[in-house]
């Protein structure tokens, strides 16, 4: 994950310590970090988005978490100190006792965050949620009216979750707009960056495509595209900041943005790209992201490396504790994956970024090439920018 807002503004965001290793209850090292958790608590959801990891659909998947067995997971992610507990499904909302799970969460003061398709959040859904102390509900948005419902696989669900975004911001919860960035959603760029500053919405995050689930059949932007995206994402960002209205603006799955940032700033601003190839260096990239920062827990109880690498299980809550999964040193991928020096392949292996980037993300090097240590294929740095003496 790739806090533009951080990076390139120089202003200071909420998860400063997790991310780069500033402010208090910053880690030593971010290979010493606690996971943040995804938890998919239900597979059902009300859409059927063209880009869904979990395949997920309006109908009943059995096997699911008791809620004992969910308690269980809660006390333990309180006990191991997770810095943040994301909800996320199918829909969250579906799920029957979401309050109350929430609810429970926060008992434990768990840091607890929803990522939602929206269409379930009306007034009084946002103002429970508020009540609950959610620190941020992040809402998917993939376009603007018919592109949107196009992406989401019904007719009318723009409007619904335009309302979310309006609802929240009515009750003063924490907000963000959710984007996975493919050649549909790319070409309506500039009018979603519109939205949110039309909208004010505090929080942007830009997922790069991972072909997960039925993300595998969603058409992937080129690299030429993915470097153009990144540049007016950074040129709106700053924009926001000069003027007296940030927004916290991240970029999620591809490590490389972080190396690109920094190109970017080298030509614009020398003394600010090396205090900030300083911050991306301490973060390490994907080195420190699947299986260490982040950890995912299905709605079946496995547990993965993160939440698009559902063909890698660790492990299950209903056998072994999350925390004791997580720690366990015998599993061999799991060690690879914390210690990859030395085993990466390809264009990878002599990037002069590694110690920056970290690899990328290994699921997509797994989904497209079936082997965990081959290059990102999704990396848009020329060979030229990785190979030029830093």
Known sequence: MINITKLYCGLSQSADSLRYGQGHGAPKTAAER????????TRRC???????????????????????????VMDDLAQFGVPGLLFSGGEPLIHPRFFDLAAYARSKDLRVTLSTNGTMIDRDAATRIKALGFAYVGISLDGIGETHDYFRGREGCFEKTVSAFRHCKAVGQKVGLRLTLSQHTIKDLDNILDFIEVEDIDRVCFYHLVYSGRGSNVVDVTLEDSRRALDKIITRTARWAATGKPRE???????????????????ENPVRAEEVMDLLRWNGGGAHGSGT???NIDTQGNVHPDQFWQSLTLGNVKQRPFSEIWQ???NETLAALRSRNGRLEGKCSRCRFLNVCGGGFRVRAVQVHGNLWAPDPACYLTEEEISQPV
């Open 249 to 267: 603006v991240l970029t999620v799955d591809q490590p490389a943005d972080g190396a690109y940032l920094y190109l970017r700033l080298r030509a």
């Open 293 to 295: 920062g982040i950890g």
């Open 328 to 330: 366990d040193q015998t």
């Open 46 to 72: 009300n859409l059927r988005c063209i880009h869904c990891y979990s395949d997920s659909d309006a109908r009943e998947y059995p096997g699911e978490l008791t809620w004992d067995q969910c308690r269980g």
């Open 34 to 41: 606690r996971p943040i958790v995804v938890w998919n608590i």
